[in-house]
């Protein structure tokens, strides 16, 4: 027996960055299947081939979170692939950084549906089966920007109203063992940066106490921890991953 044997994952965002470790994680931790979401369907295809060239663990569906139908239709495939769902990581997110003054309706809809929107509709869409089985992992990707970052009002309102949902989400879902935890990534080297212009990454960089960027993988294994029932005692909570950034505020 592995940390996630005969248990069966969702992780949306998957197709590349964090979510794409999470689910190369689960399957080393020996995960029964795992389901990759992503909007990108060429990419998650590719993806889910890499991480099982048999398919025989891993299956790739193109799903926008931020349509409910879309989720709906993706959990129910899954659940016919899979049986449940034990597992589900919403890890899908998206910037639209601009100064708040700047900042458009647009950009500030479009981060709150993707990110919170996403990860409301993938919980209402497995938490029955979860209730009923009493059984259930729910992992939000929240991030360090909730505590509050220049040019993110749409992107930290998102993040901070994840880590408001998964508290009382957990209050509701004890009672049937279900734990429900969101980990707060700082600085982790994937294409969500590409859009930070290079100085101010240097100073980014700079000021984490680790002194350089994160792993997707070091974010994996946090997600292993919580998935896993190691972690059977721990709900309600947001991991801060990030180097020790937040002690510097
Ligand atoms: N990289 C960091 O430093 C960092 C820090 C804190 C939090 N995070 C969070 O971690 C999560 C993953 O980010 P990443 O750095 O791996 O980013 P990434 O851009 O590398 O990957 C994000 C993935 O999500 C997919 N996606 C975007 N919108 C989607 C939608 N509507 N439906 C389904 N899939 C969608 C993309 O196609 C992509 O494959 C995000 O929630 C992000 O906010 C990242």
């Known amino acids: 027996m592995s940390k996630l044997t005969n248990r069966y994952a969702v992780v949306t965002g998957a197709a590349k960055g964090i979510g794409r470790a999470i689910a190369e994680r689960f399957l080393a931790d020996d995960v029964a299947g795992v389901a990759l979401f992503d909007m990108d369907e060429a990419l998650v295809q590719q ?16 799903c926008n979170v931020a ?29 639209r950084d601009a100064m708040f003054h700047k900042m458009t309706d647009a950009q500030a809809r479009m981060v709150l549906d993707v990110n919170f929107y996403g990860t ?43 880590d408001g949902f998964t508290r009382t989400l957990a209050l509701e879902s004890a009672r049937k063992n279900i734990t429900v935890n969101s980990i707060a990534p700082g600085m ?5 940066l590409k ?35 190691d972690s059977s005692w721990v709900t309600g909570n947001t991991i801060l991953a990030c180097g020790g950034l937040k002690m510097r505020g």
């Open 67 to 95: 349509d409910q139908e879309n989720v709906n239709a993706a959990m129910a495939t899954v659940t016919e692939k899979f049986g449940r769902i034990d597992i589900l990581v919403n890890n899908a997110g998206i910037t």
């Open 195 to 229: 859009t930070i212009p290079e100085d101010i990454m240097k100073t980014k960089i700079a000021n984490v106490p680790a002194n350089r960027l994160g792993q997707p993988s070091e974010i994996a294994s946090v997600a292993s921890f919580l998935a896993s029932d």
């Open 188 to 192: 982790i080297e994937t294409d969500i």
């Open 47 to 62: 993806t889910a081939l890499e991480l099982d060239p048999t398919g025989e663990r891993v299956i790739a569906i193109k």
């Open 120 to 162: 409301f509709y993938c919980c209402q869409a497995v938490i029955a089966g979860m209730r009923e089985r009493e059984y259930g992992k729910i992992i939000n990707i929240s991030s360090t920007s909730a505590f509050g970052n220049i040019g993110q009002t749409n992107y930290a309102a998102s993040k901070a109203a994840i």
